[in-house]
């Protein structure tokens, strides 16, 4: 198993064209900004446009990765979507994505569900049926998309956003990542956020599902360095991409971390500040993409990394579930052909102001 080389191969992100800032949400709310700024850590959320649903923000990632294959597509044997966002209790996303792409034949298509951790099951799964051997020769297309919206005016509309991360898994080609074998999860039942058949949006136990967060993290964690000196281990990863609902819970989870080993505030500061902060960059400017946010992060950090480079990937679905994975740079990651297109997707970006946001909310729900 130790042998088998299984990674990403194709990368493609798309963001929705609209946006709105903290600053103006806090306006609307008659919060103050610093709450959402440094209290949350966010920057931006990126919302859809009217008529922009998750399809098409799922079937946009697709083509981009796909644009940039060097394979055909007669050899994907395997679409899976991982998303909260589904617009039918029975029709998988992936059917509507495929039927976009004009993919059909000796295809496994379904969707995965487990809130955030949808994604990367859906990953893990790819990796897996690869390693099998049941499927030579062939790649899975896996799709990570979502659209975050809460009820507006709750504590949680400030970590809205939206975004989508498709990527091919190929066996013996992971020029963009390779994705170790060997993996950490981690699952409990809780009510942490869910969103029941029929709702709008979801219901949520704030500071529980923090709780939830950081409990998954230190388990899964542990399942790591069990047995091994825990810096040492996290000194080999150059960086470390976590789920981000929100920047801060990812800065408080790494701290959890530091201090259950016992290591000094300053030496956890200057780990998350050198090894997670950065990853982030891309994950303030978009707000919560659910199944997405992980990938988010693991394809901002493989932008320019020169091959062999050692990252972990800790996935988080409330309910709760968890996943920590391991993966190594391939030797297109340092070109990060996806950069480009996540830089014009922000550019083009419109900014809404508050009445904007208030009319496109209204007309959300009428269409949903
Ligand atoms: N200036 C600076 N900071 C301020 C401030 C100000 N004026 N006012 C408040 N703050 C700080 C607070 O001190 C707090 O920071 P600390 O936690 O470090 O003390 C931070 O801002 C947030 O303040 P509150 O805790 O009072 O915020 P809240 O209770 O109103 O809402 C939340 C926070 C519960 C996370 C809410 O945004 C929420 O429900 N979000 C959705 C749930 C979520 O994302 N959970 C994450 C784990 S679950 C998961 O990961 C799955 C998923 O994707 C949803």
Redesign the pocket.
């Known amino acids: 198993m130790k042998n088998q080389k299984v990674g990403i191969a194709s990368l493609g992100l798309h963001f929705p064209q609209l946006a709105m800032s903290m600053e103006e949400l806090a306006k609307l709310r008659h919060v103050?900004p610093?709450?959402f700024l440094?209290?949350?850590g966010c920057d931006k959320m990126a919302l859809c446009p009217e008529g922009y649903n998750i399809v098409d923000l799922a079937a946009d990632a697709a083509q981009r990765a796909l644009s940039r294959w060097n394979g055909d597509l007669k050899d994907i044997a395997m679409i899976a979507t991982g998303t909260e966002s589904a617009i039918d209790m029975s029709r998988p996303l992936s059917a509507w994505v495929a039927e976009k792409l004009g993919l059909q034949g000796n295809i496994r298509s379904y969707e995965v569900k487990h809130?955030?951790y949808g994604g990367t099951l859906a990953v893990r799964q790819a990796v897996e049926w690869l390693m099998a051997g049941v499927a030579p020769q062939k790649a899975a297309l896996i799709i990570a998309a979502d659209i975050?919206l809460?009820t507006p005016g709750?504590?949680?509309e400030?970590?809205q956003g939206a975004g989508a991360v498709a990527l091919i898994i190929e066996k013996d080609r992971p020029l963009i990542a390779e994705i170790d074998p060997i993996s950490y999860p981690w699952s409990k039942p809780a009510f942490?956020?869910w969103r029941p058949v029929g709702r709008a949006h979801?219901l949520?136990e704030?500071?529980f599902?923090?709780h939830?967060?950081e409990e998954a993290t230190r388990e899964c964690f542990q399942a790591l360095t069990q047995g091994k000196d825990a810096a040492e281990v996290f000194n080999q990863f150059v960086a470390m991409c976590f789920?981000t609902?929100?920047p801060?819970?990812v800065k408080?989870a790494f701290f959890v971390l530091g201090r259950m080993y016992g290591w000094e505030e300053e030496v956890i500061e200057k780990m998350y500040a050198t090894k997670v902060d950065p990853t982030m960059r891309w994950n303030r400017l978009c707000g919560?993409a659910?199944t997405a946010?992980l990938w988010i992060a693991v394809a901002s950090i493989l932008c320019g990394m020169p091959p062999g480079k050692a990252i972990s990937a800790f996935s988080?679905?409330?309910g709760c579930g968890a996943e920590l994975l391991t993966l190594k740079s391939g030797v297109l990651a340092e070109q990060a052909a996806w950069a480009k297109d996540v830089e014009m997707d922000l550019m083009k970006r419109r900014y809404l102001d508050a009445n904007s946001y208030e009319e496109l909310r209204k007309k959300q729900l009428h269409e949903g």
């Open positions: 103050d610093n709450k440094t209290g949350l809130a955030c975050s809460y709750e504590p949680s400030a970590t942490d956020f979801p949520v704030g500071q599902s923090l939830c967060y789920h609902p929100f801060k819970m408080k919560n659910y946010g988080y679905g409330s």
